[in-house]
């Protein structure tokens, strides 16, 4: 009957061990989803605001690319595509 008891009580703390492994891989699992969340926020908000005279001057460059091609538009619309080209 010894040899009963001995070999439940290592089966218990086999399944103790398995138990607490599974809690350990599911703590790393969330916290490394949290954590790419974190860098992907992060990279997101890194993205730099373009300042005035970037747009003025993506915006003329459409303006000339209108011109060269005979294209229909405003300076309303080439403000819109310099704004379109730096949201991308």
């Not at 949290?34 to 997101?44: H, L, S």
């Not at 373009?50 to 747009?55: F, I, R, V």
């Amino acid at each position: 009957m010894s040899e009963n008891k001995a070999t439940k009580k290592t089966a218990a703390k086999k399944t103790a061990a398995k138990k607490a492994a599974k809690k350990t891989a599911a703590k790393k699992s969330t916290a490394t989803k949290k954590t790419a969340k974190v860098k992907k926020v992060a990279t997101a908000s890194a993205k730099e605001i373009p300042t005035l005279a970037q747009l003025q001057e993506a915006a003329y460059f459409h303006f000339l690319e209108r011109l060269r091609t005979g294209s229909a538009g405003d300076p309303g619309t080439d403000w819109a595509a310099a704004v379109a080209q730096f949201e991308s």
